[in-house]
C-alpha cells in the first residue's frame, strides 16, 4: 500500500470510527469507502464501523473488481454508482442513522429532494437530497435507481433504508451525513405540526454562496 493509500485508509476508518461514537451506525450497520488512486477501499462486510483496520479493507480496481483484502460490503455497487454521479468524489458514506431512516420511510418532499429545506444548514452543507426508490440492499437494482435519478446531488436517502453522501474526503463525507440526519431529526419532529420553510430567495442565496445544488 503505498503512502495516498495509506492515508486514505486512516481517514476512511477514523470516519467509520466517528459515526459509531455518534450513534449513526448500530450494530454492523452501515458501509464507508473512498478513493485512492486508481483503487477504492471500502469497508468490509459484516464488519463494526468501529472496528475498521486500515490494513483490513477491501480493495476494488477501477472496474469494481475486488482485488484484494477482504469480501468488500455487499453495497458495493451502489458506492461505484455514487462515485459515477459525483465525479470529484472521493468518499462516499452510507448510514442506517434512526432519523434519516426514519424520514427515508416517509414520502419525498419533492422530486429533487426528500427533505424540505427547513434549516439553511441542510441547504447550505448538503443541498438537495432526493430519494431513490427502493430496491433490496446490496442490489444491481438499487444502483440502477440512483443512476437513474435526475438533477445534481451529492446526497440521497434510500427509500425505506438510511442515507448516502459523497463529498472530497471520509471526514467530509461524515459531517454531510451528520447534517443530513440532524435535518432528518427537525422533519421527523415536525411532522403532524404546521412549520415554515426557506423561500425561494433564501434557497437561492445560500446555493450560490456555498455551491450546492437545490432545485425549487
Same mark, same amino acid.
Given at each position: 500500500?503505498? &503512502? *495516498?493509500? @495509506?492515508?486514505?485508509?486512516r *481517514?476512511?476508518?477514523e470516519?467509520? &470510527?466517528r459515526?459509531?461514537?455518534?450513534?449513526?451506525?448500530?450494530g454492523?450497520?452501515? #458501509?464507508?469507502?473512498v =478513493?485512492a488512486?486508481?483503487?477504492?477501499l471500502m469497508?468490509?462486510?459484516g464488519?463494526?464501523? &468501529?472496528d475498521?483496520?486500515p490494513e483490513?479493507?477491501?480493495?476494488?480496481?477501477?472496474?469494481?473488481?475486488?482485488?484484494?483484502?477482504?469480501?468488500?460490503?455487499?453495497? !458495493?455497487?451502489?458506492?461505484l454508482?455514487? !462515485? @459515477?454521479r459525483?465525479?470529484?468524489? =472521493?468518499?462516499? $458514506?452510507?448510514?442506517?442513522? %434512526?432519523?434519516?431512516?426514519?424520514?427515508s420511510?416517509?414520502?419525498?418532499?419533492?422530486? +429533487?429532494?426528500?427533505l424540505?429545506?427547513?434549516? %439553511?444548514?441542510?441547504?447550505m @452543507? $448538503?443541498?438537495?437530497?432526493?430519494?431513490?426508490?427502493?430496491?433490496?440492499p446490496?442490489?444491481? =437494482?438499487?444502483?440502477? #435507481?440512483?443512476?437513474g435519478?435526475?438533477?445534481?446531488? @451529492?446526497?440521497?436517502?434510500?427509500a425505506?433504508?438510511? +442515507?448516502?453522501?459523497?463529498?472530497?474526503?471520509?471526514?467530509?463525507?461524515?459531517?454531510?451525513?451528520?447534517?443530513?440526519? *440532524?435535518?432528518? &431529526?427537525?422533519?421527523?419532529?415536525?411532522r403532524?405540526?404546521? !412549520?415554515?420553510?426557506?423561500?425561494?430567495?433564501?434557497?437561492r442565496?445560500?446555493?450560490? =454562496? !456555498?455551491g450546492?445544488?437545490? *432545485?425549487?
Amino acid at each position: 500500500m503505498n &503512502r *495516498e493509500s @495509506r492515508e486514505a485508509a486512516r *481517514e476512511l476508518c477514523e470516519a467509520g &470510527r466517528r459515526a459509531v461514537d455518534l450513534g449513526l451506525s448500530p450494530g454492523a450497520s452501515g #458501509n464507508v469507502s473512498v =478513493r485512492a488512486g486508481d483503487h477504492t477501499l471500502m469497508s468490509p462486510t459484516g464488519v463494526s464501523l &468501529r472496528d475498521l483496520d486500515p490494513e483490513g479493507l477491501a480493495v476494488l480496481d477501477e472496474a469494481g473488481e475486488h482485488v484484494s483484502g477482504p469480501p468488500p460490503s455487499k453495497e !458495493y455497487p451502489l458506492h461505484l454508482a455514487m !462515485y @459515477r454521479r459525483v465525479e470529484d468524489a =472521493r468518499a462516499v $458514506v452510507h448510514l442506517h442513522s %434512526p432519523h434519516a431512516t426514519a424520514a427515508s420511510c416517509l414520502p419525498a418532499w419533492s422530486a +429533487s429532494s426528500a427533505l424540505p429545506p427547513v434549516t %439553511p444548514y441542510l441547504v447550505m @452543507r $448538503v443541498g438537495q437530497a432526493p430519494l431513490v426508490p427502493y430496491a433490496a440492499p446490496g442490489s444491481d =437494482r438499487l444502483a440502477l #435507481n440512483l443512476s437513474g435519478l435526475t438533477g445534481t446531488f @451529492r446526497a440521497a436517502l434510500l427509500a425505506n433504508h438510511g +442515507s448516502l453522501v459523497a463529498a472530497a474526503d471520509p471526514a467530509a463525507a461524515l459531517d454531510g451525513a451528520v447534517e443530513l440526519e *440532524e435535518a432528518s &431529526r427537525i422533519v421527523i419532529s415536525l411532522r403532524g405540526s404546521e !412549520y415554515s420553510v426557506l423561500s425561494a430567495e433564501d434557497v437561492r442565496e445560500l446555493t450560490e =454562496r !456555498y455551491g450546492t445544488t437545490w *432545485e425549487l
